[in-house]
């Protein structure tokens, strides 16, 4: 882990416009935030999508970065980028529904196509819902505590740890079962 | 994934459970995150990350040229402010100074002749003929400039005006 003396000087080089800091913040946050990504959607091309956007809109908004928890601040970002991708998949579904209710009748649970790998994790957290889901992928990816978890959701703590231990156990179950 | 934050996991469930229960709580969740931990999502592609450190630096360009410009834009607007102000006040100093409209300035009129006469009882005679001359062309420019207005009489004027020249030269023959 990056130490917090290190990773201000380079938010501090990111905030001057070095771009050289900013590869060492892709560097140290790629593959974390990759992997959150692709946990939520199950696809690669979306993800890379995504991670993409993510690094455009931390240029955007490294101003708006007052201190404190930085993965915090960068995971609020990519939390609301997929929740803005769900709403555009929602609005796209909702033009195509009849092709939609067509083509779901057939295909039951995740799939395997368009840059899409299925492993027994991805195929199991399918089977959850999605505020569970992205509850499990923020706690593990971001590597965040309880705490500021809650606070990023705007619940309080009680409710982070009981919905994280309800959804860990039941992941817990289905993987094992 | 091995590196998680440091928090007292069985300290914050014991606030809310009972001691087994909690235990259990922090049982579950570690086991849970074990399983992700042996099913790691994959990599992003290396082309894919050099692809973003492009597009930061392209942005990053476009951010230094978008700031350039504004301040470029400041300052451009500061310097037309000054000069503004500047031109602005220039003119109301010179315009205080300035005769008005209608108003003749003597002394301009006055040949250097007199000034430079040392026979001052004569120049005092000529200077109060002068003057009076002066002062009747005066009268007649402001009545001319007042009928002018009403819509009268540009060879007027440049009659009045040889008049005033003839004045002066004929002051000079004597």
Same mark, same amino acid.
């Given at each position: ?12 080089g990111?905030k ?9 913040i ?12 692709y ?6 091309d ?8 993510l ?14 928890? #930085?993965?915090s601040w ?7 980028? #997929?929740?803005?991708?769900?709403r ?7 033009l ?18 368009d ?11 399918a ?9 499990? =992928? ?7 505590? #309880?705490?500021?978890?809650a606070? =990023?959701?705007?619940e ?17 179950? #289905? =993987?094992?079962? | ?7 007292n996991?069985?300290e914050?469930f014991? +606030?809310?459970f009972?001691?087994?229960?909690a ?7 570690? *086991? ?10 994959p990599?992003p592609?290396?082309t ?14 476009? +951010?230094?040229?978008?700031h350039?410009?504004?301040?470029? !834009? ?7 402010a ?12 010179v315009? *205080? ?8 300035? !003597? ?7 007199i000034w430079?006469s ?14 009076a001359q002066i ?5 007649e ?9 009403a819509?009268?009489?540009d060879?007027?004027?440049a ?16």
């Amino acid at each position: 882990m990056t130490k917090s003396y290190e990773l201000a000087r380079i938010i501090a080089g990111c905030k001057g416009g070095d771009a050289q800091c900013y590869s060492q913040i892709v560097d140290i946050y790629s593959s974390r935030c990759y992997g959150y990504f692709y946990r939520l959607t199950g696809n690669s091309d979306i993800s890379d999508e995504l991670l993409s956007e993510l690094f455009v809109k931390l240029v955007e908004k490294i101003g708006s970065y007052k201190g404190g928890s #930085f993965e915090s601040w960068l995971f609020k970002i990519a939390s609301n980028i #997929f929740h803005d991708h769900l709403r555009s998949k929602q609005r796209r579904k909702k033009l195509i529904e009849t092709q939609i209710i067509e083509f779901e009748s057939e295909t039951i649970g995740p799939k395997k196509s368009d840059g899409e790998l299925t492993d027994k994790l991805q195929i199991q957290l399918a089977r959850l819902d999605e505020d569970t889901r992205e509850l499990i =992928m923020l706690r593990f990816y971001s590597q965040l505590g #309880f705490k500021e978890i809650a606070q =990023m959701r705007s619940e309080p703590i009680g409710t982070t740890l009981a919905k994280t231990h309800r959804a860990l156990k039941k992941l817990r179950e #289905f =993987m094992e079962g | 994934m091995e590196e998680r934050n440091q928090e007292n996991l069985r300290e914050l469930f014991e +606030k809310f459970f009972d001691a087994e229960q909690a235990e259990s709580c922090l049982d579950d969740i570690q *086991k849970a995150e074990q399983i992700l931990r042996e099913h790691p999502a994959p990599e992003p592609d290396d082309t894919l990350i050099a692809n973003i450190k492009a597009e930061i630096a392209m942005r990053l360009q476009a +951010k230094r040229a978008r700031h350039f410009r504004q301040v470029f !834009y400041e300052v451009m607007g500061a310097a037309a402010a000054i000069i503004f102000i500047a031109a602005v006040s220039l003119q109301l100093f010179v315009e *205080k100074d300035a005769p008005k409209p209608g108003e003749v300035v !003597y002394a301009s009129l006055i040949p250097a002749a007199i000034w430079d006469s040392d026979d001052i009882t004569t120049a005092d005679e000529d200077l109060a003929v002068f003057t009076a001359q002066i002062e009747q062309i005066e009268d007649e420019v402001i009545t001319l400039q007042s009928s002018e207005k009403a819509g009268n009489g540009d060879s007027t004027l440049a009659e009045l005006e040889m008049e005033l020249m003839e004045i002066n030269s004929d002051f000079w023959k004597g």
